[in-house]
């Protein structure tokens, strides 16, 4: 259904039967949201991947494969704010990081990258040159400091295998293959004065990949 908190008649579950069923796992657990989280987080429908299989890749009614969804733009900054620790700076009192004040920084990233003030549709990838443009020069977005010298302090900037796993597990939540490695280690290799600059432009790269805006 969308949108998600409305439950009226015009907008009915597409899987009524699973709602059913979650509706009483709920109550069973007196209404223990956390236990709601988790039972839906370890379900293999949550853990699938969108890449369709054994010619699935038509369905759309028994969850074979996961829809590739757009993130929504409040999803999309909030996964920004975690990913490049720009919530620590906050934390520390900068007075230009006013997350939730009326007109700050947040509410004009989410104008921004709300095309339409109707419910979006999910499954549909609204954004378009302005969107990606905004993403790739926004403050947020080159401010990748707290994420490279927290990646400094875990692994060593010596070791450029494990600095560019770092990155990629912190931004993507996955390990590079082995191909990405091997550009991304040669790309590092360009910078040998500053190899700093070298993983701060990788970082940047995944920030605005489709990997990282698009929950699949």
Known sequence: MNPVDDMHENNSPSHPELLA?????????????KHLM?????SEAYQRTSRPEGGNGDDREL???????????????ESLISVTGREFIAKKGDAGLMLKKKGGPREQFIDFFRVSDEQPDVLDYQ?????????????????LGV?????????????????????YV????????????????????QHPVN??????????????SSEFVLNH
Not at 170 to 189: F, K, M, Q, W
Request: hydrophobic share 40%; net charge positive; glycine share 4%.
């Open 195 to 208: 190899p700093i600059a070298g993983y701060t432009d990788i970082f940047w790269s995944l920030m605005n």
């Open 38 to 42: 988790r039972a839906i987080c370890n």
């Open 170 to 189: 912190s931004g993507l939540s996955r390990r590079p293959t082995a191909d990405e490695t091997r550009r991304r280690v040669a790309y590092v290799r």
């Open 63 to 77: 969850y074979s494969h996961r829809a590739v969804r757009a993130l929504l733009p409040e999803q999309l900054y």
């Open 127 to 143: 954004s378009g040159i302005p969107q990606a443009l905004k993403l790739m020069n926004a403050p947020i977005t080159n401010a």
């Open 147 to 167: 994420t490279i010298n927290r990646a400094i302090k875990t692994v060593g900037a010596s070791d450029t295998e494990k600095m560019i796993e770092f990155l």
């Open 21 to 33: 069923i979650l509706t009483e796992q709920f109550k069973a657990s007196n209404f223990d949201v």
